[in-house]
């Protein structure tokens, strides 16, 4: 809250925008923050966020790189190192050589990829899978974004509830027991009912929010059409309609926990909900969330087939002083060999098919769960990903309205069915 | 008595005589320039990051602009009949009044007692004074840590306490009162010890206090903050509530603008909308203190006489 003396402090308040939008409309030089001094020695600016756990890589790479002096900038939040790129591009202006950037804002700076150097090279035009170089790639074919972690997604369980409930607890059968191969919603829903029916006092899953983060990633179409980027939603047999029913007719199994609130990160240590959907990088939230719990395990399966959920990416803004030394660097730090290294100390999964193959990252497992060769899980959990959802103009908007849309009827029980899909559609009518 | 030989000595009386007058020139000018020049600092930066944003602003409303990709077509009012058409930002305002009452009225009290009280003789007076500043300067990140444990609404700390008095468990995040009482009190926990100081401040110095009380509250309307560190599953971008309970305008303003859709041409829409708002809440505060401060307003009249 801000707190001011007199009136005008109201327009002081309004600062940003105009500043923002001053800078655009006037397209002013950029000046990057990196110095190029002589003797070919140059400082590069990376902007990271959460932990990219590239410490250890920058002293290596200025080891063999004498040269080159390389400064971390790594962001408080994600929210603001997504803010910081925003403005960068709104202003013109670079800050950082390298940027990085989560696989959600990308549609938004891949509008402006002008914005950004072409980073594919012959050598890494074929390091990742081909969702993964969509996701950076822009509509005349410019790669934007070289490919850091990905999140292939598998599902945690609790061993002892499944034991409570007389379902299997070894998770090569809990894998079988969905479906294996094979695994639809269908059969995770009816497990679930025999699960609820054992009474054990927890749920089957915490919200329809987090389960709805899998399902409509794993339509080709979800919100939007491909052909057009018109919005779908508001036809009747739409695949976020189908979705939105199949999972608030599953209410009663989950725990209304929505995810990231501090009752949901509290329930991982108690007894609240038996399985959780369960991207790579979950399997480290989990352990920091509930060190004491040690009957968590994960199953190499996910309900629908299989889906990826995050991943990043870092960018080279076009109007940096030392483009060609930031795109070597990274590219360095997105060669397989490197992300291999950052699995093994850090657990960020890989997005590049040959360092998801690699040995050191296939042998890793994890005492926390079971001692489960998660390295080999998220290996198959990544082979199985094929496809990347469309997303178009509006995905996020939309996704968000469909997460409050579900949060409303499970969490908050404010709306029933029905009247919160209504408030969805009028939601997303709304945007501009 | 003038006579015509006098006239020759006339020009040896040119030089100081225009000395004097430039002096009198200069010193004319120091009266009617330096004032002006001793002010200006204020107006120069007031120019730069207050008028000129207010402007451009004003500019940016009644363009389709884009944060990333920049200015669109002129729209008019499009933006603003498109923002007041949106049920989204009459939530907001209602949402902003709200938590504004909930939070200043109690704030103002509470902040007014422990002024009176520090405006007392204490021993330890220093101390104190500091002391009510402390929850100023608490980390914002600190501050959403401890009011999230105290409302989350399963596990919360208050819910706990509710039960065990017989009440039953409330939704602080799905309740729309319930979640501005709950962001209330996080405004009044970081805010009063701040106000406190200013009215203490107002009550040694300014003879009115209650001109003093109302600017140094009305920003809250700008609440942004706690808001959006209430709302721990959605960033920024997208905090508010799953039914918009506490969205406040100037998240609207930041979602519109910042968030994906990054439509800064409403953003604008909305900013303008919020200050003109403000604008009407001032000027029915300036005629109010006008009406009842009748210290100043004395002095006034009597200047008004005198000139």
Same mark, same amino acid.
């Given at each position: 809250?801000?707190?001011?003396?007199?009136?005008?402090?109201?327009?002081?308040?309004?600062?940003?925008?105009?500043?923002?939008?001053?800078?655009?409309?006037?397209?002013?030089?950029?000046?990057?923050?990196?110095?190029?001094?002589?003797?070919?020695?140059?400082?590069?600016?990376?902007?990271?966020?959460?932990?990219?756990?590239?410490?250890?890589?920058?002293?290596?790479?200025?080891?063999?790189?004498?040269?080159?002096?390389?400064?971390?900038?790594?962001?408080?939040?994600?929210?603001?190192?997504?803010?910081?790129?925003?403005?960068?591009?709104?202003?013109?202006?670079?800050?950082?050589?390298?940027?990085?950037?989560?696989?959600?804002?990308?549609?938004?700076?891949?509008?402006?990829?002008?914005?950004?150097?072409?980073?594919?090279?012959?050598?890494?035009?074929?390091?990742?899978?081909?969702?993964?170089?969509?996701?950076?790639?822009?509509?005349?074919?410019?790669?934007?974004?070289?490919?850091?972690?990905?999140?292939?997604?598998?599902?945690?369980?609790?061993?002892?509830?499944?034991?409570?409930?007389?379902?299997?607890?070894?998770?090569?059968?809990?894998?079988?027991?969905?479906?294996?191969?094979?695994?639809?919603?269908?059969?995770?829903?009816?497990?679930?009912?025999?699960?609820?029916?054992?009474?054990?006092?927890?749920?089957?899953?915490?919200?329809?929010?987090?389960?709805?983060?899998?399902?409509?990633?794993?339509?080709?179409?979800?919100?939007?059409?491909?052909?057009?980027?018109?919005?779908?939603?508001?036809?009747?047999?739409?695949?976020?309609?189908?979705?939105?029913?199949?999972?608030?007719?599953?209410?009663?199994?989950?725990?209304?926990?929505?995810?990231?609130?501090?009752?949901?990160?509290?329930?991982?240590?108690?007894?609240?909900?038996?399985?959780?959907?369960?991207?790579?990088?979950?399997?480290?939230?989990?352990?920091?969330?509930?060190?004491?719990?040690?009957?968590?395990?994960?199953?190499?399966?996910?309900?629908?087939?299989?889906?990826?959920?995050?991943?990043?990416?870092?960018?080279?803004?076009?109007?940096?002083?030392?483009?060609?030394?930031?795109?070597?660097?990274?590219?360095?730090?997105?060669?397989?060999?490197?992300?291999?290294?950052?699995?093994?100390?850090?657990?960020?999964?890989?997005?590049?098919?040959?360092?998801?193959?690699?040995?050191?990252?296939?042998?890793?497992?994890?005492?926390?769960?079971?001692?489960?060769?998660?390295?080999?899980?998220?290996?198959?959990?990544?082979?199985?990903?094929?496809?990347?959802?469309?997303?178009?103009?509006?995905?996020?908007?939309?996704?968000?309205?469909?997460?409050?849309?579900?949060?409303?009827?499970?969490?908050?029980?404010?709306?029933?069915?029905?009247?919160?899909?209504?408030?969805?559609?009028?939601?997303?009518?709304?945007?501009? | 008595?003038?006579?015509?030989?006098?006239?020759?000595?006339?020009?040896?009386?040119?030089?100081?005589?225009?000395?004097?007058?430039?002096?009198?020139?200069?010193?004319?000018?120091?009266?009617?320039?330096?004032?002006?020049?001793?002010?200006?600092?204020?107006?120069?930066?007031?120019?730069?990051?207050?008028?000129?944003?207010?402007?451009?602003?004003?500019?940016?409303?009644?363009?389709?602009?884009?944060?990333?990709?920049?200015?669109?077509?002129?729209?008019?009012?499009?933006?603003?009949?498109?923002?007041?058409?949106?049920?989204?930002?009459?939530?907001?305002?209602?949402?902003?009044?709200?938590?504004?009452?909930?939070?200043?009225?109690?704030?103002?009290?509470?902040?007014?007692?422990?002024?009176?009280?520090?405006?007392?003789?204490?021993?330890?007076?220093?101390?104190?004074?500091?002391?009510?500043?402390?929850?100023?300067?608490?980390?914002?990140?600190?501050?959403?840590?401890?009011?999230?444990?105290?409302?989350?609404?399963?596990?919360?700390?208050?819910?706990?306490?509710?039960?065990?008095?017989?009440?039953?468990?409330?939704?602080?995040?799905?309740?729309?009162?319930?979640?501005?009482?709950?962001?209330?009190?996080?405004?009044?926990?970081? &805010?009063?010890?701040? !106000?406190? $100081?200013?009215?203490? @401040? =107002?009550?040694?110095?300014?003879?009115? *206090?209650?001109?003093?009380? #109302?600017?140094?509250?009305?920003?809250?309307?700008?609440?942004?903050?706690?808001?959006?560190?209430?709302?721990?599953?959605?960033?920024?971008?997208?905090?508010?509530?799953?039914?918009?309970?506490?969205?406040?305008?100037?998240?609207?303003?930041?979602?519109?603008? &910042?968030?994906?859709? !990054?439509? $800064?041409?409403?953003? @604008? =829409?909305?900013?303008?909308?919020?200050? *003109?708002?403000?604008?009407? #809440?001032?000027?029915?505060?300036?005629?109010?203190?006008?009406?009842?401060?009748?210290?100043?307003?004395?002095?006034?009249?009597?200047?008004?006489?005198?000139?």
């Amino acid at each position: 809250m801000h707190k001011s003396r007199t009136v005008w402090a109201a327009a002081a308040g309004l600062t940003g925008i105009a500043l923002a939008v001053t800078g655009c409309s006037t397209g002013s030089s950029s000046n990057s923050a990196s110095t190029a001094s002589s003797g070919g020695k140059v400082t590069l600016k990376v902007q990271t966020f959460n932990e990219f756990g590239y410490a250890d890589l920058f002293t290596e790479y200025m080891k063999d790189h004498p040269n080159v002096t390389i400064v971390s900038d790594k962001a408080a939040k994600s929210d603001d190192a997504r803010a910081s790129v925003k403005n960068s591009i709104a202003t013109s202006t670079v800050t950082d050589d390298i940027v990085a950037a989560d696989v959600d804002w990308m549609p938004e700076l891949l509008k402006s990829s002008d914005f950004f150097a072409d980073v594919k090279t012959t050598d890494n035009a074929k390091r990742w899978p081909d969702w993964k170089m969509a996701q950076a790639t822009d509509a005349s074919g410019k790669l934007i974004g070289l490919g850091t972690d990905s999140g292939p997604q598998g599902v945690c369980y609790r061993k002892d509830l499944f034991q409570k409930a007389g379902l299997p607890t070894d998770r090569a059968q809990v894998a079988t027991l969905l479906g294996g191969s094979s695994a639809t919603w269908d059969q995770y829903f009816a497990t679930g009912q025999k699960f609820m029916a054992a009474n054990t006092g927890a749920a089957w899953f915490d919200s329809l929010g987090a389960l709805a983060q899998v399902a409509n990633n794993q339509q080709a179409e979800p919100f939007e059409s491909k052909s057009d980027d018109s919005i779908t939603v508001g036809k009747s047999d739409s695949n976020a309609s189908k979705v939105f029913t199949m999972l608030t007719s599953h209410t009663d199994q989950s725990a209304h926990l929505a995810q990231w609130t501090d009752d949901w990160t509290k329930a991982f240590a108690s007894d609240k909900f038996a399985t959780v959907m369960c991207p790579a990088w979950m399997t480290q939230i989990i352990a920091g969330d509930a060190p004491d719990q040690k009957n968590w395990d994960i199953a190499d399966v996910l309900p629908g087939g299989s889906s990826n959920w995050g991943g990043s990416f870092l960018l080279v803004p076009a109007k940096g002083k030392n483009v060609t030394e930031a795109k070597a660097l990274a590219d360095w730090l997105t060669a397989p060999a490197q992300a291999a290294k950052v699995f093994v100390k850090f657990g960020n999964f890989p997005s590049q098919t040959d360092a998801v193959k690699d040995a050191t990252v296939t042998a890793k497992t994890d005492t926390y769960f079971n001692n489960a060769p998660t390295g080999q899980i998220f290996s198959n959990r990544f082979s199985a990903v094929s496809k990347q959802p469309y997303r178009g103009s509006h995905y996020f908007d939309i996704n968000d309205q469909f997460g409050k849309a579900l949060t409303r009827v499970d969490v908050d029980k404010t709306d029933n069915a029905a009247a919160s899909w209504q408030k969805f559609l009028d939601a997303v009518k709304q945007l501009g | 008595m003038v006579t015509i030989t006098e006239l020759p000595t006339r020009p040896r009386d040119v030089r100081p005589r225009r000395r004097i007058g430039m002096r009198q020139r200069l010193g004319r000018w120091d009266v009617k320039v330096s004032p002006y020049l001793y002010i200006s600092p204020f107006f120069v930066l007031f120019a730069i990051t207050g008028l000129f944003p207010l402007l451009y602003t004003a500019v940016v409303s009644l363009h389709k602009w884009n944060l990333l990709t920049g200015e669109g077509p002129f729209v008019g009012l499009k933006n603003y009949v498109d923002v007041l058409h949106q049920p989204f930002f009459w939530k907001a305002l209602r949402n902003t009044f709200s938590i504004f009452a909930l939070s200043t009225i109690p704030q103002i009290i509470i902040a007014l007692v422990i002024a009176a009280v520090l405006n007392a003789n204490l021993r330890a007076r220093t101390f104190w004074r500091m002391g009510v500043l402390v929850p100023y300067v608490v980390a914002p990140v600190a501050v959403a840590m401890i009011f999230g444990q105290i409302f989350s609404d399963q596990s919360g700390m208050m819910n706990a306490i509710l039960s065990k008095v017989g009440i039953s468990p409330v939704g602080w995040h799905s309740n729309v009162l319930a979640s501005h009482l709950a962001i209330a009190n996080m405004v009044n926990y970081r &805010w009063t010890g701040y !106000n406190t $100081l200013v009215i203490l @401040a =107002a009550m040694q110095a300014i003879p009115n *206090l209650i001109f003093v009380i #109302i600017t140094s509250t009305i920003g809250g309307l700008q609440i942004f903050d706690e808001p959006t560190m209430f709302d721990q599953q959605n960033s920024a971008t997208t905090a508010g509530g799953a039914d918009g309970q506490f969205v406040t305008v100037t998240m609207y303003l930041y979602q519109l603008g &910042w968030g994906s859709q !990054n439509n $800064l041409g409403r953003s @604008a =829409a909305v900013a303008w909308l919020l200050f *003109l708002v403000i604008l009407a #809440i001032s000027l029915v505060n300036y005629w109010f203190t006008n009406r009842i401060a009748s210290d100043s307003g004395a002095v006034r009249r009597a200047r008004k006489v005198r000139s």
